[in-house]
């Protein structure tokens, strides 16, 4: 798996911006998207991004800034 090109502060940041909600000991729920990695809280959220990202991205629910979500290398 990628993580380990991840930083932890960057693990443990969901799409929501909670940074308290992802836990490194559980699998990590994500997704990539336009060559950016995206953290999910839950399974539930990680489908709705997944049937419409754009949407998503647009709604009050991503909290974070997509610019400043992790590059995959």
Same mark, same amino acid.
Do not use: Q, W
């Given at each position: 798996m990628?993580?380990?090109?991840?930083?932890?502060?960057?693990k443990l940041?969901?799409?929501?911006?909670?940074?308290?909600?992802v836990?490194?000991n =559980? +699998?990590?729920?994500y997704?990539?998207?336009?060559n950016r990695? *995206?953290? %999910?809280c839950?399974?539930k959220c990680k489908?709705k991004?997944s049937? =419409? +990202?754009?949407?998503f991205?647009?709604?009050s629910h991503f909290? *974070?800034? %997509?610019e400043?979500?992790?590059?995959?290398k």
């Amino acid at each position: 798996m990628m993580s380990s090109e991840i930083s932890h502060a960057e693990k443990l940041t969901a799409a929501c911006g909670c940074t308290g909600c992802v836990n490194e000991n =559980d +699998p990590p729920i994500y997704s990539v998207f336009k060559n950016r990695l *995206i953290y %999910f809280c839950t399974e539930k959220c990680k489908k709705k991004f997944s049937e =419409d +990202p754009e949407a998503f991205l647009n709604s009050s629910h991503f909290k *974070i800034k %997509f610019e400043d979500l992790a590059i995959l290398k």
